[in-house]
């Protein structure tokens, strides 16, 4: 690790009103010292460096010329809001970051009123900001005044639909808006869809020299390109919008591309906007993610998340790992399946490195489909293929196939149609937070008739559950499983087809029955193995469906035990309600069963590591333990730390 860089104009800015007494060239400074402080404080910490690397200019010259926070200024996702953090006051909070009690990783309303919108998901920073603008325009109250909107939103972002939504929407409303588009040709891996291409065409033909020219111009082209009877300033930077007709057709005026790492372009343009634009519109600027940062810019990925590293090397701190990875399990044991079976294929939604697509993307490229920030679309196409007569694995994390929820309903399980779901970072993911927890799956997915929903309890019953589904052919079903590593189990040669609907005794216990589903097994056997000290021998299960529910093993365990507790990493309607359901239904709380089910708690817990985040949850096995021993009525042991 390399010792603090030196940052003299930085030393002097506490908040962006102390950007306003500096001149351009000291703007030019900060930039500089901004990207250094940012690679020395993620290096530390760990998080996302390319996004915020690439909008380091941006970030300096739209605090330098609008008013926040009474301008509001909303990140798209806000991965790339660490710059921005540094200049809005948190700069000595900056260690904290993605850690417990510490800052977010994202932009979060409560904790600063330079953040006006949360986001950690991408593509709704323009519907929001035009609903600031719209607040401002009727007079709604807001602590810190209504000035501008102002969206940054990313090429990659513009694959989803919601963000069209929006621009037709704004450019229909007319209402002062600014969108800055940060095309840095990235998501999190290469963008793909014809909205890349499209951007790509715009500035192909389009040198910045000859462009930074007409930007220096355009304070003195006033009165202004954005009003009537100025034809030759609009004609200017009509010229500048080479070929930008969809942003025109949807209501935008549209000013660009400019080169967004040049300070010389960006603050006239901006300055320009910020005296004279009277309706939407859309300025295109181009950045290069990880800019100023070797290892990053020339990584695949442009630096998008790191663990801790070394400024000097770019090498990163990494835990060795004793098990392989849940996601390369799914990968691999997909890839064994798709060799005996072309009707196999695989859609991801911007993720092939986070689902583990990539590895299969490597063999099988024509069964390989990313489909780019669009999960709704990425769930009709799954149905589409599905009764088209391919067998389709939708990889997608838990977090975000909740933005697909309506076409699971509508296109997916009122059809009946054979969509495999495979669920990454299921459960509490840590550093992330609640954005990207995966807590939500198992009680939205459960409801739904037909549906087959499993949890994995390792890294062998994960590829058990990968062939089970690829073979399940009568309706949608779906595997969850978590972020990190398995439990070291022994992996067997293949996946074994698992009878749907049935759960796995794993030890036969007295008095009290521990019936897991998901990765919290490996609490539970802990939790027994405490109790079992104490005298008591605990009954384990390990449910494997939470829909359809295993009835006769539920219903022996609740016959032959005087307690059931469920156990899951799950929030409250999911597995352990379906089982109290049925429990009811069979009249088993008439004979006087203590039932107790151990689900998420109705909060939205904050970052910290995964253990710490079933700490708050109560669900690490002290509190397994400590459930048994109340249920049983003996005496509570102590919390532990």
């Known amino acids: 690790m390399t010792d603090r860089p030196h940052t003299p104009t930085l030393d002097r800015v506490h908040s962006p009103a102390d950007l306003k007494g500096l001149d351009d060239a000291a703007l030019r400074r900060l930039a500089d010292e ?38 509001k200024l909303i990140w798209d996702v806000s991965h790339q809001s660490y710059p921005h953090k ?50 401002r325009d009727l007079g709604g109250a807001c602590d810190t005044g209504h000035g501008d909107a102002i969206a940054v939103i990313g090429d990659g972002a513009l694959s989803a639909g919601m963000a069209y939504e929006a621009l037709n929407n704004a450019g229909h409303l007319g209402k002062r808006l600014i969108v800055i588009l940060n095309d840095n040709e990235m998501s999190i891996a290469p963008p793909t869809g014809a909205m890349s291409s499209y951007l790509s065409r715009l500035y192909a033909e389009a040198p910045f020299q000859d462009l930074k020219a007409a930007a220096k111009s355009a304070v003195s082209m006033l009165p202004g390109p954005f009003r009537e009877g100025a034809k030759r300033a609009k004609d200017l930077f009509k010229h500048m919008a080479v070929g930008g007709t969809l942003f025109e057709e949807l209501g935008f005026s549209y000013v660009g591309p400019i080169d967004g790492h040049d300070m010389d372009q960006l603050l006239p343009v901006l300055r320009t906007v910020k005296a004279r634009a009277e309706g939407p519109i859309l300025i295109h600027a181009i950045t290069r993610k990880g800019k100023g940062y070797h290892a990053a810019e020339h990584a695949p990925d442009r630096g998008h998340a790191r663990a801790k590293f070394d400024v000097a090397t770019g090498e990163q701190t990494k835990a060795p790992s004793n ?13 064994e399946l798709a060799a005996d079976d072309p009707r196999i294929c695989a859609v991801t939604a911007a993720m092939p ?66 969509v495999r779901f495979a669920i990454d970072r299921a459960g509490l993911v840590g550093a992330d937070g609640a954005t990207h927890a995966g807590s939500y799956d198992v009680a939205y997915l459960s409801n739904l008739p037909g549906f087959v929903v499993m949890a994995a309890a390792d ?4 590829k058990h559950m990968v062939a089970t589904a690829a073979a399940h052919d009568e309706g949608p079903i779906a595997f969850r499983y978590p972020r990190g590593e398995g439990e070291g189990v022994e992996m067997p040669e293949r996946g074994q087809l698992l009878e749907i609907g049935r759960g796995r005794m794993i030890h036969e216990g007295k008095r009290v029955a521990l019936l897991s589903f998901g990765t919290r097994l490996r609490e539970v056997r802990q939790a027994a193995e405490a109790l079992q000290a104490r005298g008591i021998d605990p009954t384990i299960a390990d449910a494997r469906f939470a829909k359809p529910l295993d009835r006769d093993l539920i219903l022996r365990l609740a016959r032959e035990h005087e307690a059931l507790i469920t156990v899951e990493e799950g929030a409250i309607g999911g597995f352990g309600s379906h089982v109290a359901q049925l429990l009811a239904e069979e009249g088993v709380f008439d004979s006087g069963l203590k039932y107790r089910s151990m689900v998420l708690p109705d909060i939205f817990i904050d970052q910290a590591s995964p253990a710490d985040m079933y700490a708050v949850a109560g669900l690490n096995a002290a509190d397994i333990e400590a459930k048994v021993l109340k249920v049983l009525g003996v005496e509570s042991l102590s919390r532990r730390a």
Do not use: W
């Not at 530390?44 to 926040?68: P, S």
């Not at 990425?378 to 694995?393: E, I, S, Y």
């Open 34 to 71: 901004l990207r250094a402080e940012t690679i020395a404080s993620v290096s530390r910490t760990g998080g996302h460096l390319g996004a915020g690397l690439g909008v380091v200019e941006l970030t300096v010259a739209i605090h330098a010329v609008f008013d926040t926070p009474r301008d």
């Open 323 to 335: 098990a392989p990875g849940y996601t390369k399990v799914f990968a691999r044991a997909l890839m």
């Open 86 to 135: 540094i200049l809005t006051g948190r700069r000595d909070r900056m260690g904290t970051l993605r850690q417990k009690d510490g800052l977010s990783g994202f932009t979060k309303r409560s904790e600063s009123p330079y953040d006006p919108f949360g986001a950690a998901h991408s593509s709704t920073s323009i519907s929001a900001a035009l609903g600031f603008a719209v607040a």
């Open 459 to 462: 890294e062998a019953e994960l």
């Open 353 to 418: 490195d986070g689902t583990g697509l990539d590895l299969f993307a490597e063999r099988y490229p024509s069964r390989t489909f990313d489909v780019g920030i669009a999960e709704q679309h990425a769930v009709t196409f799954c149905a589409g293929m599905a009764a088209g007569g391919l067998r389709p694995f939708a990889a997608l994390y838990s977090t975000f196939l909740q933005r697909g929820y309506d076409q699971v309903v509508h296109d997916v399980a009122i059809q009946r149609l054979p």
